[in-house]
T-cell receptor, first 114, second 114 residues
């Protein structure tokens, strides 16, 4: 089955700086990679996703890059703001779909220092 | 809001109690999921339903019993739980089970087993 590793577990950055969170996956058949943000007391919410037919996707201050050869993908947040403080999860799902849900990383607690 | 609601939001129960968690999605989706979220661990997929049929049971103990009476509702019946079952239980839904379908999460039920 799929195995997703996520680093770092905690990341503290100054407001306005950039933050990068990295994930690796094991199953070369995986081709869908979402990122979720979870704020305190809430469920995870999708913030961006990427499919394996593209190498990069951007949505305002958030971007995701994918390297299928190396089996890793990264989340980039620029110009960080206090409201970016949360736990971020990467996930992977193989192209076959079927009964499997997403395989998640352990999460990164992002702290934005004022 | 994601269109997925869960009740109750918080639940405290003894090991001999029987309780049920409820999830409802207002998105017209055909697939629903139960996940368990424990501290310091990745989200763990417990059950998957597609068109009201269970398609996945990830070696979950029988003290957890899911029920999906229709495509909009999902229940998790709990009985004789253990303290280690204390966690956040998250419900999610997606359009169907095809690979790459975005999953939308509810806010979760925070369960404490005494």
């Amino acid at each position: 089955g799929e195995n997703v590793e996520q680093h770092p577990s905690t990341l503290s950055v100054q407001e306005g700086d950039s933050a990068v969170i990295k994930c690796t996956y094991s199953d070369s058949a995986s081709n869908y990679f979402p990122w979720y943000k979870q704020e305190l007391g809430k469920g995870p919410q999708l913030i961006i996703d990427i499919r394996s037919n593209v190498g990069e996707k951007k949505d305002q201050r958030i971007a995701v890059t994918l390297n299928k050869t190396a089996k890793h993908f990264s989340l980039h947040i620029t110009e960080t703001q206090p409201e970016d403080s949360a736990v971020y999860f990467c996930a992977a799902r193989d192209s076959g779909g079927g009964a499997d849900g997403l395989t998640f990383g352990k999460g990164t607690h992002l702290i934005i220092q004022p | 809001e994601t269109g997925v609601t869960q009740t109750p939001r918080h639940l405290v129960m003894g090991m001999t109690n029987k309780k049920s968690l409820k999830c409802e999605q207002h998105l017209g989706h055909n697939a629903m999921y139960w996940y368990k979220q424990s501290a310091k661990k990745p989200l763990e997929l417990m059950f998957v339903y597609s068109l009201e049929e269970r398609v996945e049971n990830n070696s979950v103990p029988s003290r957890f019993s899911p029920e999906c009476p229709n495509s909009s509702h999902l229940f998790l019946h709990l009985h004789t739980l253990q303290p280690e079952d204390s966690a956040l239980y998250l419900c999610a839904s997606s359009q169907d089970l095809r690979g790459g379908e975005t999953q939308y999460f509810g806010p979760g039920t925070r369960l404490l087993v005494l």
